[in-house]
Nanobody, 127 residues
Framework: QVQLVESGGGLVQAGGSLRLSCAAS????????MGWFRQAPGKEREFVAV????????SYADSVKGRFTVSADNTKNMVYLQMNSLKPEDTAVYFC????????????????????WGQGTQVTVSS
């Protein structure tokens, strides 16, 4: 079992920044691909970013590319999502998710591929 706890959400003005953190506990964290997803009211959960367990590969949704950066510190069992130049359309509940992965460079962008989820943290961007 892997337990995930997100933090760092809040209210920010458009153009501002937030850094989300995801603390993982349980099994060997370093063998998990870690993804960030978000869900706005009335919308489906969507992919935001992902990092392979080795940290060698990352991928981003087109809507956040160039503004968001995903990183991981396996020594601390932490994953981060640095969000810059925030827009009102980034408003959502943000979730981190974990998937066991053998391939150190592979990443996954479909929510259905992930078996472990945090409770989410609210990000609200005002215009």
């Amino acid at each position: 079992q892997v337990q995930l706890v997100e933090s760092g959400g809040g209210l920010v003005q458009a153009g501002g920044s937030l850094r989300l953190s995801c603390a993982a506990s349980g099994r060997t964290f370093s063998r998990y691909a870690m993804g960030w997803f978000r869900q706005a009211p009335g919308k489906e959960r969507e992919f935001v970013a992902v990092i392979s367990w080795s940290g060698s590969s990352t991928s981003y949704a087109d809507s956040v590319k160039g503004r968001f950066t995903v990183s991981a510190d396996n020594t601390k069992n932490m994953v981060y999502l640095q969000m810059n130049s925030l827009k009102p359309e980034d408003t959502a509940v943000y979730f981190c998710a974990a998937k066991p992965s053998i391939d150190p460079s592979r990443w996954y962008s479909r929510a259905s591929e992930y078996g472990y989820w945090g409770q989410g943290t609210q990000v609200t961007v005002s215009s």
